[in-house]
């Protein structure tokens, strides 16, 4: 709790020094969880809207592209907490096209697997810039997809689904692709200290000699 107040007087003296002000009826002093846009946050880390993630688990199949874009956009913003989001969703988004919402066998698995992704997403950890951060890496024919990690704790999940000509290129180009992405990605995580890149693709080593 000390530790608590010292933190407190710093933030006063920052806020006071740039001429910032909090509104008392919005802060929270001395809490073991707050909530924040959408967002629960502890000492565990980063969490969910139990209540928004309800919502999503008793979503009724879309009917309508109405009701589909309502969906991606709850599922949307919490894809951080899900591996290869871009991936699962892509039969789903896909349907957003003009005159291509035709609900089939392959929607209804996209649908039901991120509901499920989302229903069991996990607590990330909060970056701790003290600690080294790693990235590691994934790619397939359909997408790639990246995650942020500190001792062994998730912090973030990114990807990115491949269009036709992103899925001619060779699994090397593909690897190679996601370490981009995630770099560019979290550039105010890895700028200006070492990083390690995890990847299965062994190649890709010899990049930097």
């Not at 109405?66 to 991606?72: A, G, P, V």
């Not at 899900?82 to 988004?93: D, E, F, K």
């Not at 990690?149 to 090397?172: C, M, N, T």
């Not at 990847?199 to 990049?207: G, I, N």
Request: hydrophobic share 45%; proline share 4%.
């Amino acid at each position: 709790m000390e530790e608590h107040w010292k933190h407190l007087e710093e933030v006063f003296q920052l806020m006071q020094l740039h001429h910032m002000f909090a509104k008392a009826s919005k802060c929270s002093f001395a809490m073991e969880k707050v909530e924040y846009l959408g967002h629960f946050i502890s000492g565990k880390g980063v969490e969910t809207d139990p209540k928004k993630i309800e919502a999503v688990a008793a979503w009724p199949v879309p009917q309508i592209v109405k009701d589909l874009r309502s969906f991606l956009g709850i599922a949307g913003y919490y894809r951080k907490f899900v591996r290869a989001y871009a991936v699962i969703s892509r039969p789903l988004t896909d349907l957003l096209k003009k005159g291509g919402f035709v609900w089939s066998h392959e929607s209804q698995v996209a649908f039901d697997t991120l509901k499920r992704a989302l229903t069991s997403a996990p607590v990330l950890a909060v970056p701790d810039f003290t600690k080294q951060f790693i990235v590691e890496t994934d790619a397939s024919n359909s997408g790639i997809g990246v995650v942020l990690v500190q001792e062994d704790h998730p912090i973030a999940f990114i990807s990115r689904a491949l269009g036709p000509k992103w899925q001619k290129l060779s699994v090397y180009e593909k690897e190679l692709l996601a370490i981009v992405f995630a770099v560019q990605k979290w550039e105010q995580y890895l700028s200006g200290q070492h990083f390690l890149i995890k990847t299965d693709q062994r190649s890709l080593k010899w990049l930097l000699q």
